[in-house]
């Protein structure tokens, strides 16, 4: 491994090494910067020379800085703030560092950081110590770099500051520092996976990638050659065992490195534009995304044919607009979620956008570009540059395609987070704290951000930890006082830091940014308290800093809240940016100096008041007041353009006010002006001049030698010859011209300047001033010299040509010209002496052909443009479908006639979509699906049963309809007669029960309609009930207790609806008024029209007065543009030419004044054409019509005149009659024209009065509607919680609904369980009953047959099990009947002997005692249903009460439920409480006043409407009214109740008297009181009667069945007969054919006997042909095998042939010969 060493920071010279000529990186980085320095000239004035000092040691410099090795060290750079300077010796030659490359690097191996980081650079002369400047603290931060906001731990946040990386503790806010190893900027950093690493991306000159250990913060790796000038972005993949990073312009480098190794392993270029961002797919490390300018590209690496390679897939944007894209986010299934510049969000798939997701409405996500989208939790994560983070739904995004043709998806975001206002997030990364989920957050408006984005009731507001200036920092003063420091910026932002304590005081934001600031020196501020600051709008202003706890002086330090910024004086004394402040050095006059070439004065001592300004050459960069040193006070001005003035101190005008000031112009200011250029030109053309000399003075001194020479020898002759040799050599002489002096038409720019002693200045330029380089031929089709001469010949040629053509055009022209008068003159002729048109034409068919050839031509045109007619025609679509379809209605303003009146229409857009769209309110209770089953299940069982019986109906029609039609039988007719006689007696008992029954109903309908004591009327209770809800003292909606009422509960679809019936409200009034405004629009055209009709009639009959009689003509209105908008998209071809002529005129003026004339006049001229030609077309027709009329009625008496003659009287009479009528016509036609004006003037002013009242009410609307779309704003965000609620107490109150269900039926089953005990109860009794009268009265063998009747005795059960050992016990709830006897049973069972109940005792009736036996089965049929019907009543007694245990907890929980849903529905009352509604009242409308007086605070007051207060007031006399009322009724019912306790009385002795009478009555009929009920049930034993009757069915049906069957014996014996015969006859066909099989069988063996041998020979033939036909295959396969060997070796050279194969049947033949 190498590692190049930095250069030499002790001034001595380094050992170079030259190694095959090449140099390092870092010389070749120092040697970059060199000529940067050798750029800064110094220049003195009082010499006017140029001096470039510093030249030799910068050369000396370059030739040291050469390529340096260092040795490689594991030092571990403890201290970062130090400056020290490695003095470790150099490193090992190259060639032993390059054989090393290819092994692999220790684990353990790390790089030094003193030799990595940059230095200061100091020259080798100088004796500046290298730790002059230390950093101490940065309050800087590049907050506009992208992902500049990392984090390593909790309370370790990096980030990058210029030169410097820079590590934040969070928590003690201390700072570390690491410096860049460039020297020229750090370009990205990036955080390893694990935070172990962490990688700091260099800028420069192929820079490098370092890769520094954490905590440590040692370099462990170096990436080199991965870009030209800097990197873009960086990223670890998932595992953290590869890192991708891109390079920003101009290579934009995309490389994959292994950088444990330090070895790229791809490389490929990322695209031709910038790109902003590189990541790994968290799920699949094979796949990576950039995005950048316009881009989004898809790369996967693959494995090729050729190896690995990265291979790119540009995402292509189809229908959607071309954006930047600087967020993305990979999603799990590979489709990639970005964002866009207009804020919405794009759903990648397969290279194409599948959906563009917006919010509601078509709102965009987020008000600007996305830069960062997160998948955290589960959930999406957007930042957006309007400073708000939303949370979306993964779900929803990641299932989400398109429904229509417009490709966009509605969602909404789950949370939203606005974190303050001038906020643009650019950044986030998460702090890992356990239990909180906070976030850090890069605000690119300078600040960092901690945000709390759990979303809950403890959620935290936004922190803003750190503040910073948003860029450059354009000027910087410290106090003169004390440790404080002003700052200020472009972010139109000026900070005061206290840079002892590290802190930021305050600051204090303005609408634009700073760019000068002065501390206002302590002769003019003595406290230090103030600072001067200058904008780049032009203005000045003076700060002051002050103690806002009351001192108005800031001295000393003070705590960040004792300070404070405040305004104290402001001025614009510019109108471009100010570059320059400076106060004189006594602190008199202030100067101000700016971009607009000016330097303004002011006196300070006079608050500032302005002395005046003056110009300068150029845009002012410095002043400069001279120092104490100099005699007099001057100003030096700078310039950037090379021009240096000197200004005296201006003179002060005491006198002289303000306002007698013209212009503040000094004029008169005595100016020193230096300029300063290059006179490199000028020192060359003075060496080459003085060269020249010296050459002429050498030439003039060996000519005087040989001349003298000449003259010694040759005397006179020698000077004849020399004179002729002189003249020829003056005529080969011809002198050479001088060089041009050269002066560069823009300067070097001067960087600064100041006052050395007097009479002297210095100043730095920067650059150095060089000829101009003349323009190089890049154009590869740039013209050759032959080409050049061609192409000016060919220029020329057809500069003839175009001569000739415009000589000919003139020629035309004047041919044009006469044609023209000659059709002029043909005009002028008689109309049968013209000539026709045609006639002129020479041949017709010319003319066909010119018109042909202009119709080609048009097409052609038309093709060619056709594009741009598609284009500008969906241009005007879309203007259309965005502008004008929306509109319902435009404005149309309408203009009075007489007066200055007007009313203009609303304009009117399609109503909103809360007008048209109504939600369904999720908190309203729907039906449960057991009210359903119970609506549904009661009809189904309704249908069942009338479908049951109905089916049962029609089977018994069909029988009933059989037996119709069959004869009787006399058994038949018997038990008929049986069943008629015992169904009179049932159905005489069944009359007396049911009669019975009927009069128990009515006793029970008559004690149930019995009121109780505590009885009330339904009616009153009601209203009791009403007088609660909506009587008494209510709590105000603003009370802590307030309880919401059901119906008066509100959500968010309430409100929707109450907005969209408040919009089609104001939409309708609207558009009833523009209805109104365009019928008067369109009454003005009428009377306009009609009044032009009456002013040519007007005009007409005052043609036929004389001048004398004729009245002013009224003034036709004119319709204005503005009142038929609607024609302003009206065009016709003029109008069309008119506005390309102007559009050409504006094209061609070139001035600034004409342009912007010129810009809005083709608009304003089309609609003014468009409109003005409408404005004509309206009347147009009228006017026609009316000058139509008139000249017909005027111009027919014309026609008919002869010659004057003198008029008769009766002529005379009939004239003065029609003047007298054309008077009056006169008279009569103004009044009507004025009638017309004063109605339609009267209309619109009525009509202007109404649309006045319903702008009021428009505008109370309007603060209605602000007031409900807060309102529903607040509502949406408490839905979310509120249906959870509601939702809970849906499904409680279901569950509540269903267990209540489930307990009535219980109930119910119960009832009839109940109800089915005592069926068997009375049939028991019954059977007892029965009994007795079976018996009869004095049987012997009653009580035998009673015991035999009620023995117990054990049964074989039915089924198979009889239940449980342990059954519950039975129930209690038995009759008393039942009791007794079972008493009885059981004493008579004690008190006998065991008696045997299988014998019938004798002189027993034995029909008797089976009668007996039958009745004791069926007592114990009874007796085994009571005991299974007691227990399913047990069971359902038991699921009763567990159903009632679980309804009183579900009771509970939803009491708990609705308690909270009515505390959160109490915190959206409070908090649409909060909400402020504008109300606008008049003065009369203000009825709470204190001592007469209107108080200052309303908030104890209450607003009423006049309808409600009215109605209270009215309430009042209603309620006392009612009270009278209610007393006078209550005195009524007391007598009423009086009366009917008396009636009561008299009723009861009645009764007893009655049941007395009844008694009496009963004992003398039947000698005891008696159960008539029981009497009347006893009448008749049904079951005997029923089992008669049944007895005799069976009979009857017996006897038929025994006949049926001696039928059914006879035909089987028949049958059986029948067939014994047929067996008989098949048994004789069977011994036939037996025997002649038996002779076949014997035939079959003599056949098989004598064919045996034949088979067996044919075996034998067999066997030889398949052994022949083996060896035949054997021998084929030889031959083939031999063929190929034969075949092989002929394809060799020189192989040998075989001898040739012999046949088959050649070998056959073979044995035969021998």
């Known amino acids: 491994m190498k590692e190049p060493d930095d250069q030499d920071t002790d001034g001595e010279k380094s050992v170079t090494s030259k190694s095959d000529g090449k140099k390092s990186l870092r010389s070749s980085k120092s040697e970059s910067r060199s000529p940067v320095q050798e750029d800064d000239t110094f220049l003195e004035d009082a010499t006017d020379e140029t001096f470039t000092e510093g030249e030799e040691s910068y050369l000396e410099e370059d030739s040291d800085e050469e390529r340096l090795e260092g040795s490689l060290s594991s030092f571990q750079y403890d201290d970062l703030q130090s400056t020290r300077v490695s003095q470790q010796t150099p490193a090992p030659a190259v060639e032993e560092a390059e054989e090393e490359v290819k092994k692999k690097i220790s684990e353990s191996f790390f790089y030094d950081y003193m030799e990595l980081a940059s230095m200061p650079f100091v020259t080798l002369d100088s004796d500046i110590p290298l730790d002059l400047l230390t950093l101490v603290h940065s309050f800087g931060y590049d907050c506009r770099k992208r992902a500049n906001l990392q984090l390593l731990d909790n309370s370790i946040a990096i980030y990058i500051a210029g030169n410097q990386l820079i590590f934040l503790n969070l928590k003690t806010k201390e700072q570390i520092y690491l410096r860049s190893s460039s020297g020229e900027g750090i370009g990205v950093i990036g955080v390893h996976p694990h935070k172990t690493y962490f990688t700091v991306a260099e800028k420069g000159s192929f820079p490098d990638i370092i890769i520094y250990e954490y905590p440590s913060l040692r370099p462990y790796r170096i990436l080199r050659d991965g870009t030209e000038k800097g990197y873009a972005y960086v990223n670890f993949n998932y595992s953290g065992t590869l890192l991708a990073s891109v390079g920003s312009n101009p290579d934009y480098t995309l490389t994959i490195w292994n950088w444990k190794e330090e070895q790229p392993i791809l490389r490929t270029k990322a695209f031709s534009q910038e790109v902003f961002k590189v990541t790994f797919n968290p799920d699949n490390e094979e796949q990576l995304t950039t995005s950048g300018s316009g881009h989004i590209k898809f790369w996967e690496m693959a494995f090729t044919f050729t190896g690995l390679k990265l291979q790119g897939s540009l995402g292509r944007f189809g229908k959607t607009t071309t954006t930047d894209i600087e967020g993305y986010m990979e999603l799990p299934d590979g489709k990639v979620l970005s964002g866009s510049e207009w804020g919405n969000m794009l759903l990648w798939e397969g290279g194409l956008i599948k959906v563009e997701l917006c919010r509601g409405t078509s709102k965009s996500c987020h008000?600007?570009?996305?830069?960062?989208?997160?998948?955290?939790?589960?959930?999406?994560?957007?930042?957006?540059?309007?400073?708000?983070?939303?949370?979306?739904?993964?779900?929803?995004?990641?299932?989400?395609?398109?429904?229509?043709?417009?490709?966009?998806?509605?969602?909404?975001?789950?949370?939203?987070?606005?974190?303050?206002?001038?906020?643009n997030l650019f950044s986030m990364t998460k702090m890992s704290e356990t239990g909180n989920n906070f976030w850090l957050a890069q605000d690119a408006n300078g600040a960092i951000?901690?945000?709390?984005?759990?979303?809950?009731?403890?959620?935290?507001?936004?922190?803003?930890?750190?503040?910073?200036?948003?860029?450059?920092?354009?000027?910087?003063?410290?106090?003169?006082?004390?440790?404080?420091?002003?700052?200020?910026?472009?972010?139109?932002?000026?900070?005061?830091y206290d840079f002892a304590s590290k802190t930021l005081l305050t600051q204090m934001k303005f609408k634009q940014g700073g760019t000068a600031l002065v501390w206002?020196?302590?002769?003019?501020?003595?406290?230090?308290?103030?600072?001067?600051?200058?904008?780049?709008?032009?203005?000045?202003?003076?700060?002051?800093?002050?103690?806002?706890?009351?001192?108005?002086?800031?001295?000393?330090?003070?705590?960040?809240?004792?300070?404070?910024?405040?305004?104290?004086?402001?001025?614009?004394?510019?109108?471009?940016?100010?570059?320059?402040?400076?106060?004189?050095?006594?602190?008199?006059?202030?100067?101000?100096?700016?971009?607009?070439?000016?330097?303004?004065?002011?006196?300070?001592?006079?608050?500032?008041?302005?002395?005046?300004y003056i110009n300068t050459p150029g845009p002012v960069c410095q002043l400069m007041w001279s120092p104490m040193s100099h005699l007099e006070s001057t100003l030096l001005i700078?310039?950037?353009?090379?021009?240096?003035?000197?200004?005296?101190?201006?003179?002060?005008?005491?006198?002289?006010?303000?306002?007698?000031?013209?212009?503040?112009?000094?004029?008169?200011?005595?100016?020193?002006?230096?300029?300063?250029?290059?006179?490199?030109?000028?020192?060359?053309?003075?060496?080459?001049?003085?060269?020249?000399?010296?050459?002429?003075?050498?030439?003039?001194?060996?000519?005087?030698?040989?001349?003298?020479?000449?003259?010694?020898?040759?005397?006179e002759d020698g000077e004849k010859e020399f004179q002729e040799e002189e003249e020829e050599e003056e005529e080969e002489e011809e002198e050479e011209p001088l060089p041009e002096i050269f002066i560069p038409s823009t300067p070097s720019p001067i960087l600064c300047g100041f006052y050395s002693e007097p009479g002297k200045f210095w100043v730095s330029l920067f650059g150095i001033e060089t000829e101009p380089i003349p323009e190089d031929i890049e154009d590869p089709k740039a013209y050759s010299i032959e080409n050049a001469r061609r192409k000016r010949e060919h220029d020329k040629l057809m500069k003839e040509v175009e001569e000739i053509k415009a000589q000919k055009r003139e020629q035309i022209k004047a041919l044009r010209t006469e044609f023209c008068k000659l059709l002029e003159m043909n005009e002028e002729l008689p109309t049968h002496m013209q000539f026709k048109r045609t006639d002129f034409d020479v041949d017709s068919k010319i003319r066909a052909e010119m018109h042909r050839r202009t119709a080609f031509k048009i097409q052609q045109v038309e093709k060619e443009l056709a594009w741009e007619k598609e284009k500008h025609e969906l241009g005007l679509k879309k203007l259309k479908n965005r502008f004008r379809d929306p509109l319902e209605s435009d404005t149309i303003v309408v203009h009075a006639i007489l007066s200055d009146h007007k009313i203009s229409s609303y304009r009117l857009v399609q109503p909103s979509k809360y007008s048209k769209f109504k939600r369904t309110s999720q908190s309203e209770r729907k039906p449960s699906k057991l009210d359903r089953f119970e609506k549904e299940g009661t009809g189904r069982k309704d249908s069942q049963r009338d479908a049951g019986g109905s089916i049962a109906i029609q089977e018994e029609s069909i029988i009933e309809k059989g037996k119709k039609f069959r004869p009787k039988t006399l058994s038949e007719i018997m038990v008929e007669n049986q069943i008629e006689k015992t169904r009179k007696l049932i159905l005489k008992a069944e009359r007396a029960q049911l009669k019975i029954q009927q009069r128990k109903k009515e006793w029970e309908e008559l004690y149930k309609s019995k009121p109780g004591d505590d009885y009330e009327d339904p009616k009153d209770l009601q209203a009791i009930k009403e007088a609660?809800?909506?009587?008494?003292?209510?709590?105000?909606?603003?009370?802590?207790?307030?309880?919401?009422?059901?119906?008066?509960?509100?959500?968010?679809?309430?409100?929707?609806?109450?907005?969209?019936?408040?919009?089609?409200?104001?939409?309708?009034?609207?558009?009833?008024?523009?209805?109104?405004?365009?019928?008067?629009?369109?009454?003005?055209?009428?009377?306009?029209?009609?009044?032009?009709?009456?002013?040519?009639?007007?005009?007409?009959?005052?043609?036929?007065?004389?001048?004398?009689?004729?009245?002013?003509?009224?003034?036709?209105?004119?319709?204005?543009?503005?009142?038929?908008?609607?024609?302003?998209?009206q065009y016709d071809e003029e109008t069309l030419l008119n506005f390309k002529q102007q559009h050409m005129k504006s094209d061609d003026e070139k001035s600034p004044g004409v342009e912007q004339t010129g810009s809005g006049g083709p608009g304003g001229g089309f609609l003014k054409l468009?409109?003005?030609?409408?404005?004509?077309?309206?009347?147009?027709?009228?006017?026609?019509?009316?000058?139509?009329?008139?000249?017909?009625?005027?111009?027919?008496?014309?026609?008919?005149?002869?010659?004057?003659?003198?008029?008769?009287?009766?002529?005379?009479?009939?004239?003065?009659?029609?003047?007298?009528?054309?008077?009056?016509?006169?008279?009569?036609?103004?009044?009507?024209?004025?009638?017309?004006?004063?109605?339609?003037?009267?209309?619109?002013?009525?009509?202007?009065?109404?649309?006045?009242?319903?702008?009021?009410?428009?505008?109370?609307?309007?603060?209605?509607?602000?007031?409900?779309?807060?309102?529903?704003?607040?509502?949406?965000?408490?839905?979310?919680?509120?249906?959870?609620?509601?939702?809970?107490?849906?499904?409680?109150?279901?569950?509540?609904?269903?267990?209540?269900?489930?307990?009535?039926?219980?109930l119910k089953e119960m009832e009839e369980k109940k109800n089915e005990i005592t069926k068997l109860q009375e049939q028991e009794k019954a059977l007892y009953a029965g009994f007795q009268t079976a018996i009869g009265e004095n049987n012997k063998f009653a009580n035998f047959l009673m015991k035999v009747l009620k023995k117990k005795i054990k049964r074989v059960k039915k089924k198979e099990v009889e239940g449980d050992a342990d059954e519950d016990e039975e129930s209690e709830e038995s009759s008393e009947e039942e009791s007794s006897l079972e008493s009885d049973e059981d004493e008579s069972e004690s008190e006998d002997e065991v008696f045997d109940d299988s014998i019938c005792p004798t002189n027993c009736d034995v029909a008797l005692f089976e009668l007996t036996l039958q009745l004791r089965e069926k007592r114990l049929d009874i007796e085994e249903a009571l005991v299974e019907e007691k227990k399913v009543v047990d069971n359902l007694k038991k699921e009763y009460d567990t159903l009632s245990k679980k309804v009183k907890i579900v009771a509970t929980n939803l009491n708990a439920a609705e308690e909270a849903l009515e505390a959160y529905q109490r915190e959206k009352q409070q908090r649409l409480n909060e909400l402020l509604v504008v109300i606008p009242l008049k003065l009369h409308q203000i009825e709470y006043v204190v001592f007469g007086e209107i108080p200052s605070d309303l908030s104890g007051t209450l607003v009423f409407s006049n309808h409600a207060l009215r109605r209270l007031q009215?309430?009042?006399?209603?309620?006392?009214?009612?009270?009278?009322?209610?007393q006078k009724l209550n005195k009524e019912w007391r007598e009423r109740r009086k009366q009917l306790i008396r009636e009561k009385r008299e009723m009861t002795k009645t009764i007893h008297k009655m049941e007395e009478t009844v008694r009496q009555l009963m004992i003398s009929k039947f000698g005891r009181v008696v159960n008539l009920e029981a009497l009347q049930t006893l009448s008749v034993n049904t079951t005997l009667e029923e089992l008669k009757i049944r007895k005799l069915r069976k009979e009857l049906a017996n006897a038929k069945e025994m006949k049926m069957w001696e039928e059914k014996i006879a035909q089987m014996r028949w049958e059986l007969m029948m067939k014994t015969k047929e067996h008989t006859r098949k048994l004789y066909q069977m011994n036939d054919l037996c025997i002649e099989k038996k002779k076949l069988d014997s035939r079959l063996n003599t056949l098989q006997n004598q064919q045996g041998n034949a088979f067996q020979s044919l075996r034998e033939a067999d066997v030889v042909a398949r052994e022949e036909v083996t060896e035949l295959i054997q021998l084929q396969a030889e031959r083939i095998s031999a063929l190929k060997e034969e075949i092989a070796l002929l394809r060799r050279k020189g192989g040998l042939i075989l001898p040739p194969i012999r046949s088959p049947q050649e070998k056959e033949m073979q044995p035969a010969d021998l």
């Not at 330090?557 to 305004?567: E, F, G, N, T, V």
């Not at 602190?587 to 607009?596: F, Q, R």
Request: glycine share 4%.
């Open 367 to 423: 008000n600007g570009p996305i830069n960062q989208i997160m998948l955290d939790e589960g959930e999406v994560i957007t930042v957006g540059s309007d400073g708000c983070v939303r949370i979306w739904d993964f779900e929803t995004i990641d299932t989400a395609d398109i429904i229509d043709e417009t490709g966009l998806l509605e969602i909404e975001p789950i949370n939203e987070l606005q974190v303050d206002k001038n906020v």
């Open 1514 to 1526: 009215e309430r009042i006399r209603e309620l006392q009214e009612e009270n009278s009322k209610q």
């Open 520 to 612: 206002v020196p302590r002769m003019v501020n003595f406290t230090g308290a103030e600072i001067i600051v200058g904008f780049e709008d032009g203005v000045v202003r003076i700060l002051e800093l002050y103690d806002p706890k009351g001192l108005t002086i800031f001295v000393g330090r003070k705590k960040i809240s004792d300070a404070d910024i405040r305004l104290k004086q402001v001025f614009k004394p510019h109108t471009a940016r100010v570059t320059a402040l400076a106060y004189e050095r006594d602190g008199e006059i202030l100067a101000t100096g700016s971009k607009d070439q000016t330097v303004f004065f002011f006196e300070v001592e006079r608050d500032y008041k302005p002395i005046g």
């Open 1028 to 1129: 609660q809800v909506y009587m008494g003292d209510f709590n105000l909606k603003t009370a802590p207790d307030y309880k919401i009422p059901e119906h008066m509960r509100i959500n968010a679809a309430k409100k929707e609806e109450e907005l969209g019936h408040l919009d089609s409200l104001v939409h309708g009034n609207k558009r009833y008024m523009n209805k109104c405004i365009l019928s008067l629009r369109d009454l003005k055209v009428a009377v306009v029209e009609e009044i032009q009709c009456l002013v040519q009639e007007l005009k007409n009959i005052q043609s036929t007065l004389h001048v004398s009689k004729h009245i002013p003509i009224p003034q036709i209105p004119q319709i204005h543009p503005e009142e038929v908008p609607e024609k302003r998209f």
């Open 1170 to 1306: 468009s409109s003005g030609k409408d404005g004509d077309l309206t009347t147009r027709d009228s006017m026609s019509r009316s000058s139509k009329a008139s000249t017909l009625s005027l111009d027919i008496p014309k026609y008919m005149e002869f010659e004057k003659a003198e008029p008769t009287d009766v002529e005379l009479e009939i004239m003065k009659r029609d003047e007298i009528k054309h008077v009056y016509m006169q008279q009569y036609l103004v009044n009507r024209v004025k009638e017309l004006i004063v109605t339609f003037d009267a209309e619109l002013r009525l009509l202007r009065h109404q649309k006045l009242k319903l702008d009021t009410q428009m505008k109370l609307s309007d603060l209605h509607h602000v007031t409900l779309f807060q309102e529903i704003l607040l509502l949406k965000n408490f839905e979310k919680q509120e249906n959870i609620l509601q939702e809970r107490v849906n499904s409680l109150d279901k569950e509540e609904q269903y267990m209540q269900w489930k307990i009535n039926e219980t």
């Open 449 to 496: 951000w901690k945000l709390d984005l759990s979303f809950s009731n403890i959620t935290q507001d936004p922190e803003c930890l750190f503040s910073f200036h948003s860029g450059a920092v354009e000027a910087v003063a410290v106090s003169p006082l004390t440790y404080l420091m002003a700052t200020t910026a472009l972010d139109c932002s000026v900070r005061i």
């Open 638 to 715: 700078i310039c950037e353009n090379g021009y240096i003035l000197e200004a005296p101190l201006p003179t002060i005008n005491l006198e002289e006010d303000d306002h007698d000031v013209v212009s503040y112009e000094i004029k008169d200011m005595c100016l020193k002006c230096f300029h300063f250029s290059s006179v490199k030109s000028k020192i060359l053309r003075s060496i080459e001049i003085e060269k020249r000399e010296r050459q002429r003075k050498l030439k003039e001194k060996i000519r005087e030698e040989r001349r003298n020479k000449l003259a010694a020898e040759m005397g």
